[in-house]
C-alpha cells in the first residue's frame, strides 16, 4: 500500500489519528487506543506489518510518546505509531509484546528509562539500573553526579 | 549478592530445578552478560538474561554530543562493527541536511565496511572454534584478522574503533599503501580460506555439536525481530544492504546468503559464506575507487531542521536503526540505537530451553553477541 492507501485504511479502524508525512508515514494516536490499531496492523492481511524494527519513547516535556517503527516484508510499507501519553505522572500503555515477541525486552527498556508502564507486560521490571534509579531519559531528570552535563 | 527477585525465583523453584548463573565473568559470553538458567537435570527450561553491567547510558549522552561529536560514542557499543556504526550515525545526520555525499567517500566507505565484516567474522569463527573446545581456529582467525587491523591503522590511526566516518564523507583520505596492501591481505586470505574449512566446518565433532541444535523457526525469527546471520539461518531474508541499499550498495554485485535449516550449523554456514562475499565485494572496488574530493563540504556547526530522521545499515551482526529527533538546535533532542544484538539476545530463549546445558555454549557462540551493544 502507498501512504495515502494506508492513511485511508488507519482512518477507516481508528478515525481520531493525526497523520504527518517525513520519512515514514508517522501516525499519532492516543494511548489507550494504540494496541487495537497494532493489533488491526499485525492481523488484517492487507496490511501485515510482521516486523517491529524498532520501539522507543521520547519526552517532548508535556507529553510522551513511544515509537514504534514497523514494517510489513509481504507489503514492503512502513509505517510509524506514535502513542501520545499525557500524564506523566502515571504513564501507561498497553503492551504490544503479545502481538511482537520482540516488544517484551524493548519494553523493559523504554520503562527502565522513561519510566512508561506498560500494562500486561509479563514480566516488566528495570532492565539496566536499579530500581532506586530515577528515569534518566527524561527530560526532566536531575544528574546527580553530572557526568552528562546538558 | 542475591537480590529480591532472585529469592521469589529460588522460592518458586521445584525440588528437582537447577538454579545456574553463568556469567558476568564466564569466557563464552564474550563480556558481561549475565544468564539465570534453571535447569531440570541437564535440560535447559528457562532462561533469563540480566543486563546492565556495562550500561553507559549512550543515548543520554548524545543528547549532551553535537551531530559531529556523538557518532564516536558509538564505535564503543559494537565495538567489531564500529565502522558500520558510524556509518549509520553519519547517515542519519546525511539525511537530516540533505546532504549528497562525494562518490569517492562512498567507496571507501563500503570498503571499510566489507574489511570490518570480515575482521570481525574472523573473529567470531576464532572465538567459536574456543568456545566448542578447539584452540587452533583461535590462532588462524586471529592471524588474518591482524592483517586486516594492520590496514586500518595505517588509514585510520587506529585499529578497533576506527572514528573514521564524519557527516559529509570520511575524515581523510586514504593510505596511498592501501590499495596495495588490501591486495596482499585478499590473496593471503584466498587462500588460507580453506583451511578455516578443513579446521572446523567439515570436522565431524563440529558438526556433531551445531547440527540439529538450537532450531529457530522463520515465524519467531520475524517475531523477535532478529537480523543478520541469525535470521538469514532460518532462510528470513533481512540484509537492509539489499533491501534498502545505501552509499553505493545499490551498484555492487553480490549475494544475500541465505540458509533454511535455522540450526547453529546453518548460522554458522551463513557467516562463512558471508565472508567470500564480502571479498567479491572488496575485488570490485578496491580498484575502481573514483577520484575526487572524500568528503562534502559542511559548515562548522550543524544544525538539523525540526524532525525525525531514521537511517538503517547492515553490521556483521544484523541491523542497526538510528533513530534522530531533532528540535531545530546543535544537539540531539533524542537518540535511540536499535541494535541487532539487543533483538538477537531475545530470541535466545526460544533457541536454548528444552536443549541441553551443554549446547548453550554452541548458541551463544553462533548468536555472536557483543554486550556492549546490548546494554548501550
Not at chain 2, 549522552?61 to 553519519?90: G, K, P, V
Amino acid at each position: 500500500m502507498t501512504n495515502e492507501e494506508l492513511k485511508i485504511f488507519i482512518s477507516a479502524h481508528t478515525p481520531e489519528v493525526v497523520f504527518e508525512e517525513s520519512q515514514f508515514l508517522n501516525t499519532t494516536i492516543s494511548f489507550d487506543k494504540l494496541y487495537s490499531l497494532a493489533k488491526h496492523l499485525r492481523t488484517n492481511p492487507d496490511a501485515d506489518f510482521d516486523y517491529l524494527f524498532c520501539l522507543s519513547g521520547v519526552d517532548w516535556k508535556d507529553h510522551m510518546l513511544v515509537v514504534y517503527h514497523l514494517t510489513s516484508r509481504k507489503h514492503k510499507h512502513n509505517v510509524v505509531l506514535k502513542a501520545k501519553i499525557t500524564d506523566r505522572v502515571n504513564p501507561e500503555v498497553h503492551t504490544v509484546c503479545d502481538i511482537w515477541k520482540t516488544a517484551e525486552l524493548h519494553e523493559r527498556e523504554v520503562y527502565d528509562l522513561f519510566g512508561i508502564k506498560f500494562t500486561e507486560h509479563p514480566d516488566l521490571r528495570r532492565l539496566f539500573l536499579d530500581d532506586t534509579w530515577g528515569f534518566p531519559l527524561r527530560k526532566d531528570y536531575k544528574d546527580d553526579v553530572t557526568i552528562v552535563q546538558l | 549478592m542475591i537480590d529480591k527477585e532472585e529469592i521469589e525465583d529460588l522460592t518458586q523453584a521445584h525440588e528437582e530445578d537447577f538454579i545456574l548463573n553463568v556469567g558476568p565473568q564466564h569466557p563464552s559470553t564474550h563480556g558481561v552478560l549475565r544468564l539465570k538458567i534453571k535447569l531440570q537435570g541437564e535440560t535447559v527450561t528457562h532462561i533469563e538474561p540480566h543486563l546492565g553491567y556495562i550500561h553507559r547510558s549512550i543515548e543520554k549522552m548524545c543528547e549532551a554530543s553535537s551531530y559531529r561529536n556523538f557518532i564516536y560514542l558509538t564505535s564503543r557499543m559494537d565495538y567489531l562493527s564500529a565502522h558500520m556504526n558510524n556509518q549509520a550515525c553519519a547517515m542519519v545526520v546525511e539525511k537530516g541536511l540533505q546532504l549528497e555525499i562525494p562518490k569517492r567517500a562512498k567507496v571507501i566507505r563500503i570498503l571499510m565496511s566489507e574489511l570490518t565484516r570480515l575482521a570481525s567474522h574472523q573473529l567470531w569463527w576464532a572465538c567459536t572454534g574456543l568456545d566448542l573446545g578447539a584452540t587452533t581456529p583461535f590462532f588462524v582467525g586471529f592471524r588474518d584478522r591482524e592483517v586486516i587491523l594492520d590496514i586500518f591503522d595505517e588509514t585510520c590511526g587506529s585499529r578497533l574503533t576506527m572514528d573514521y566516518n564524519v557527516p559529509g564523507g570520511i575524515m581523510f583520505d586514504i593510505h596511498p599503501n592501501f590499495q596495495k596492501n588490501v591486495h596482499a591481505f585478499l590473496k593471503g586470505f584466498k587462500k588460507n580460506l580453506p583451511e578455516y574449512h578443513q579446521l572446523l566446518t567439515g570436522n565431524v565433532i563440529f558438526q556433531n555439536r551445531t547440527k540439529g541444535v538450537g532450531y529457530l523457526s522463520p515465524e519467531d525469527t520475524i517475531s523477535f525481530g532478529c537480523s543478520g546471520p541469525t535470521a538469514r539461518g532460518s532462510g528470513v531474508s533481512c540484509d537492509i544492504r539489499k533491501w534498502q541499499p545505501y552509499d553505493g550498495y545499490e551498484d555492487v554485485q553480490f549475494n544475500e546468503v541465505l540458509e533454511t535449516a535455522g540450526d547453529c550449523y546453518a548460522r554458522y554456514l551463513v557467516r562463512m559464506r558471508e565472508m567470500e562475499e564480502s571479498v567479491k565485494i572488496i575485488e570490485q572496488l578496491i580498484d575502481n575507487i573514483p577520484e575526487g574530493d572524500f568528503q562534502a563540504k559542511t559548515k562548522a556547526v550543524l544544525k538539523l531542521p525540526k524532525g525525525e530522521f531514521y537511517s538503517r545499515v547492515e553490521t556483521a551482526r544484523g541491523e542497526l536503526g538510528v533513530y534522530l529527533v531533532s528540535d531545530g538546535t546543535s544537539k540531539p533532542y533524542r537518540m535511540k540505537f536499535r541494535s541487532p544484538n539487543f533483538s538477537n539476545l531475545s530470541a535466545l530463549r526460544e533457541i536454548a530451553v528444552g536443549g541441553k546445558i551443554g549446547d548453550l555454549v554452541a548458541n551463544m557462540a553462533m548468536l555472536d553477541l557483543v554486550i556492549p551493544d546490548i546494554d548501550r
